[in-house]
C-alpha cells in the first residue's frame, strides 16, 4: 500500500490518510496537503469498500489519481508560465509607453519654452497668435422647435 503512494507523497509534499469505517465498509479519504495553491490540486481522493476490495484496488486507484493530479500539476505550471511571460511583455510595453510620454512631453516642454524666449522685449504677448491652437467652431443655427415661441 504505502509503495502505492510514494510517487503522490514526492508529488504533492505532504498527504493526509484518515481512515473510518461505516459498517463493513472502510472509507479512506487521500487528501494532498502540499504548498499547491491549485485547489484542483488539494481536491482529495475518498475511496470505500469492503477491505478486501480495498486491498486489491487502492494501488490502481492510487496510480489513476496520480496520474491525473500530475496533469493538472502540468497544466497549472504551464499556465502559469504563459502568465509570467505575458506579465513580463506587459510590462515592457507598459514601460516603452511610458518612455515615449516622456520624450513628447520633453519635445512640448522644450517648445513651450522656446515660445516663450522669442528674443522680443517689449512685453506684447497680446498680439502673438498661437500657431497650434485649432479655428473656433462655427456656431450653427439651432434647428427644430424654439419652446419659448410657443409660451407667447
Known amino acids: 500500500m504505502f509503495q502505492a503512494l510514494v510517487d503522490l507523497v514526492r508529488a504533492a509534499g505532504k ?8 459498517g463493513d465498509d472502510m472509507v479512506v479519504f487521500v487528501v494532498p496537503a502540499g504548498d499547491s495553491k491549485a485547489t484542483g490540486l488539494q481536491q482529495p481522493l475518498v475511496l470505500s ?8 484496488e487502492f494501488a490502481q486507484a492510487i496510480a489513476s489519481y496520480s496520474g491525473v493530479r500530475r496533469s493538472l500539476s502540468e497544466q497549472v505550471q504551464a499556465t502559469t508560465a504563459i502568465m509570467e511571460v505575458a506579465k513580463g511583455d506587459s510590462a515592457n510595453k507598459a514601460q516603452k509607453a511610458l518612455a515615449g510620454k516622456g520624450k513628447t512631453g ?18 506684447d504677448s497680446e498680439t502673438a ?24
Open 106 to 123: 520633453t519635445v512640448a516642454t522644450a517648445s513651450a519654452g522656446d515660445d516663450d524666449d522669442d528674443g522680443d522685449s517689449d512685453g
Open 49 to 56: 469498500g469492503t477491505p478486501d476490495s480495498l486491498d486489491a
Open 15 to 22: 498527504l493526509n490518510l484518515s481512515l473510518k469505517m461505516e
Open 129 to 152: 497668435t498661437p500657431t497650434s491652437s485649432p479655428p473656433a467652431p462655427a456656431v450653427a443655427a439651432p434647428s427644430g422647435t424654439d419652446l419659448s415661441s410657443l409660451l407667447l
